[in-house]
């Protein structure tokens, strides 16, 4: 699986879009991209995934450019309770099944 | 529709005895992977296993370590004879399938060996 780089930690005010940059240079055309945030110590959330086009679901937006080298997941109004290590994960659509979790990005909501 | 499940979510050893951590997976789902955390540090692959089969086990430890998922009840993951570098959180995620399918996560059980 490509491997990811995420900036360590982000601020993002309270009812402000949070915007989380990914870089997956490496990335195959058959890996996808997924995103997980883990909230303290509880267990990764699964937040969004896609291959090549922009995806939209209720939790937040995930665009990835044309090249497919990078990624941004969007968080539209962060709320105080989005305060997490987020996770970009690519992984190949057949082969290796496990996830590979680097070490995210620490996401802070100010009040 | 529950999510993953995992018992207990905190459990105490002493150095030497046995730790069973059991994860019953979604509903429909037959797949299930296990990965660890240890404080301070980000998730890693355990081992992967359908009913009754292992299917990949590369990232768990040669010794002391274990897995099944038999036919019936929860997916158990044994730990004999724990050490204190065995205190980590420990997370059982489940997948209706491989390929594609996106793999949803337990609350985990927190071991903490005195």
């Known amino acids: 699986d490509a491997k990811t780089t995420q900036p360590p930690s982000m601020d993002c005010a309270e009812g402000r879009a949070a915007n989380l940059p990914c870089n997956h240079s490496t990335i195959s055309g058959n890996e996808y991209v997924y995103w997980y945030r883990q909230i303290h110590s509880q267990g990764p959330q699964y937040i969004i995934h896609?291959?090549?086009n922009n995806e939209t679901n209720e939790m937040a937006s995930l665009i990835i450019t044309e090249d497919r080298k990078s990624s941004t997941l969007i968080l539209p109004h962060a709320t105080l309770r989005d305060t997490a290590v987020y996770y970009c994960?690519?992984?190949?659509?057949?082969?290796?099944?496990?996830?590979?979790f680097g070490t995210g990005t620490r996401l802070t909501v100010i009040p | 529709n529950a999510g993953v499940m995992q018992n207990p979510r905190h459990l105490v050893r002493r150095r030497g005895q046995e730790a069973r951590l059991r994860c019953s997976p979604m509903?429909?789902?037959?797949?299930v992977y296990w990965y660890r955390q240890l404080p301070e540090e980000g998730l890693k692959f355990m081992v992967y296993l359908q009913k009754e089969n292992i299917i990949d086990e590369s990232g768990m430890p040669k010794e002391r370590f274990s897995a099944e998922f038999p036919k019936e009840g929860p997916s158990i993951l044994r730990i004999q004879q724990v050490v204190r570098g065995d205190s980590a959180a420990y997370f059982c995620?489940?997948?209706?399938?491989?390929?594609?399918?996106?793999?949803?996560f337990g609350p985990g059980t927190r071991l903490t060996v005195l």
């Open positions: 896609g291959l090549k």
């Open positions: 994960i690519v992984r190949v659509a057949a082969g290796a099944n496990n996830l590979f």
């Open positions: 509903k429909g789902h037959s797949h």
């Open positions: 995620a489940s997948s209706r399938g491989t390929v594609t399918d996106t793999q949803y």
